[in-house]
């Protein structure tokens, strides 16, 4: 991955598939929002950040080591998705899928980030998810600064656990409200190591992550596919059962897709919800 340092951004030009907004409006993330300019600003990792894009040409702000030391990894850039994207052309829909979709990348996030966002995620939309994430930020991570904005980082296992359903009543998250509780704990305790888990498989990992009360087995394959690592995940939601009835006739192998279901998966998401 070729990249060119300027004064206050990293100018990235990717060898294959980058697309920003397809990327970040793909439904695994939450804390990206574009402004008026056509830029996202968003904080991941611990650090805010505006990323815009000039045709193929893709500015990050901050220094090389910034990029070198959460971006490369952010964006999985060491990964061939134009390679992986062809492998996936297995018919005719997938074909359409993957094309629609070309540029959408599997971000590596935060563990508990992911975990805690795909609770708040469950009987939900993403405007609401997006919002209800914020406030959790807002009021209970810590302060960081862009360009003299003051944004805040998603707050850390060991704080939440402390909290109280009455501490989260501001976020208006309802009966989710125990179960962030309850996952924070879990992660704090210990009783749950998210970094253990992503070196397990599928089953386990699913399973392991079900023990806490409001995981299922949607929210556990969005936990495990966008933060684990495990590239066989394959979440199902309601968009998900439509292609998969209008396409497969109710029944998918997702042994097809060749260990790459999860990126499968999100074209088939990101094309069923568009087009």
């Not at 070196?199 to 495990?224: F, H, M, P, Q, Y």
Request: charged residues 25%.
């Amino acid at each position: 991955m070729k990249y060119l340092q300027h004064n206050r951004e990293i100018e990235l030009i990717p060898e294959d598939d980058f697309d920003l907004e397809k990327i970040f409006e793909c439904g695994q993330c939450f804390r990206w929002n574009k402004n008026e300019n056509g830029d996202y600003i968003g904080v991941a990792m611990g650090k805010a950040a505006k990323i815009r894009q000039e045709n193929d040409r893709i500015f990050i702000s901050g220094s090389a080591d910034d990029f070198n030391n959460i971006w490369f990894d952010y964006f999985d850039l060491g990964k061939n998705y134009s390679q992986i994207r062809k492998s996936l052309c297995v018919d005719d829909y997938m074909r359409d899928a993957t094309e629609y979709g070309k540029g959408i990348r599997i971000l590596n996030q935060d563990r508990w980030e992911a975990l805690c966002s795909f609770i708040i995620s469950q009987c939900n939309n993403i405007p609401r998810i997006k919002k209800i994430v914020e406030a959790l930020c807002s009021h209970f991570g810590d302060e960081t600064e862009l360009e003299g904005n003051i944004y805040h980082t998603f707050p850390f296992a060991e704080r939440v656990a402390k909290l109280t359903v009455s501490d989260l009543a501001p976020l208006r998250c309802g009966y989710r409200a125990p179960y962030i509780i309850g996952a924070a704990q879990a992660v704090d305790s210990g009783k749950l190591d998210l970094e253990a888990l992503s070196s397990t498989t599928l089953d386990e990992a699913r399973n392991a992550l079900k023990t806490l009360n409001g995981v299922g087995d949607k929210v556990a394959n969005c936990a495990i596919l966008f933060s684990l690592r495990i590239e066989d995940a394959f979440p199902i939601d309601v968009w998900m059962k439509k292609a998969i009835n209008e396409h497969y006739n109710g029944k998918l192998d997702t042994g097809i897709f060749g260990g790459h279901s999860g990126l499968a998966q999100q074209y088939m998401f990101y094309y069923q919800r568009k087009y």
